[in-house]
């Protein structure tokens, strides 16, 4: 089944202000509501946008299979390693020892209210990070292998 | 009162979008209207004062799950029932 041209111009005019909306949520994650997950199936609805929009050949040239099972690998590990990280510095798992004070996201909260900090958390900001890979790793792989099976027919 | 008026009619939709699902014997229909439903259960999240729960239906049941639906019916046949 082959889309309109309407149906892929707005794919295309869409794609870049849904990716933008993904990393705000996804990096705001400690501040507003949302995080990692829903900012990385907001990332993975936009790569949704693009693979039914186009046909199956055409998509998998952008999207390709093996990057995302990569990327989901990536998000896993820096997981890991940034729960890892406290406790090579003598603490517990995933203890907090970037805040207040570390080099990245390491300021201190200011009290009362106001305009919120991006730079505070510690580690929670770089978990939802490696949270939000992961997720839109592991989505694009899903609708991929299901895609993958009707490939003849569209 | 307002906020009464708007949960009644939010709930109101999603019970019809929900025996909408139910009735429509064309699957692709009854997968728009599930995509309606899970539209309208993220407004109801959101009123009910849980963003983050909304933000995480919108994406994944109006977005991700319709279009897996539509995906899945591509691969099967359009009407529910009939063979081939």
Known sequence: ?154 | MIEIILHALILTGMMIAAILVFNFKDLVSAAVAFGLFSFLLAIEFYLLQAPDVAIAEAAIGAGLTTAAFMIAIRGTTKKEGDEA
């Open chain 1, 1 to 154: 089944m082959q889309m309109s041209s309407i149906v892929k111009t707005t794919a295309d005019v869409l794609f870049p202000f849904i990716l933008i909306y993904g990393f705000y949520i996804i990096i705001h994650g400690h501040l507003t509501p949302g995080g990692g997950f829903q900012g990385g199936a907001i990332l993975a609805s936009g790569v949704l946008l693009l693979l039914l929009a186009y046909k199956y050949a055409e998509s998998t040239n952008v999207v390709r299979q093996v990057v995302m099972k990569s990327l989901e690998s990536t998000g896993l590990l820096l997981f890991i390693i940034a729960a890892l990280s406290a406790m090579m510095l003598g603490a517990g798992f995933f203890f907090n020892w970037l805040s207040p004070g570390g080099i990245l996201f390491g300021d201190i909260v200011a009290y009362g209210s106001g305009t919120a900090n991006l730079n505070t958390g510690g580690l929670i900001p770089i978990m939802n990070i490696a949270v939000g890979i992961e997720v839109v790793g592991a989505i694009s792989v899903i609708l991929l292998a299901l895609l993958s099976g009707i490939k003849e027919k569209i």
